[in-house]
């Protein structure tokens, strides 16, 4: 459960979720997935990509802020009701500042930021797109920890072994 991702028609974007920051946020969107939404730019809050109609997570404020760096993920919690973001879902993908508090639940892989740039432009230039939330199936996890690992230089990791045999069947 540690990371999920987004697919539109030309890109697949993967995100880590802020398991110990935002727990009961994490837990409550990981049961919607998999579902589809159109996202909307939001000029105004800065370089975000967002709805009003995220799905309906009955959750505490945790981890709630107006300020989040590029890449995080948003989401407006039902308790306290927040007048301009209770229901909206929110993706950063440069500098911003929310309009009210939202609980910061997730952050894009550091290597999928400049995809994220790259939708959040495509739809701040055409309108909205639709786009698929969908958690990564138990290979790609595997291979999104090994590629995080990469990306920190580490010269082996856990997932090193079974990334090794991944790409032998794929050979095969």
């Known amino acids: 459960m540690p990371f999920f991702q987004l697919k539109t028609s030309n890109k697949t974007i993967r ?4 398991t110990s920051a935002a ?8 049961q919607q997935l998999p579902f589809t939404l159109t996202l909307m730019h939001a000029r ?3 370089h975000e990509i967002w709805t009003d109609k995220a799905p309906v997570l009955n959750i505490i404020q ?7 760096q ?3 993920v948003v989401i407006g919690p039902l308790n306290p009701t927040r007048t301009k973001t209770s229901g909206c879902l929110g993706i950063y993908y440069g500098e911003g500042k929310g309009l009210d508090a939202c609980n910061i639940f997730a952050k894009v892989f550091d290597e ?3 995809i994220l740039k790259e939708l959040g432009e495509e739809i701040w230039k055409k309108g909205g797109q639709k786009i698929i939330f969908e958690t990564l199936s138990e290979e790609e ?5 090994y590629d995080k690992a990469k990306a920190k230089k580490q010269k082996s990791s856990p997932a090193d ?3 090794s045999r991944i790409e032998r069947k794929k050979r095969r």
């Not at 995100?15 to 802020?18: A, E, V």
């Not at 945790?62 to 989040?68: D, G, K, P, R």
């Not at 996890?141 to 920890?145: N, S, Y």
């Open 15 to 18: 995100f880590h979720y802020y």
């Open 23 to 30: 727990p009961v946020t994490v837990a409550a969107f990981n």
């Open 44 to 46: 105004t809050s800065g």
């Open 62 to 68: 945790e981890n709630a802020s107006i300020f989040t």
């Open 70 to 72: 590029p890449g995080e």
């Open 112 to 114: 999928d930021l400049d």
């Open 141 to 145: 996890e595997i291979i999104a920890a």
């Open 161 to 163: 072994d079974v990334f």
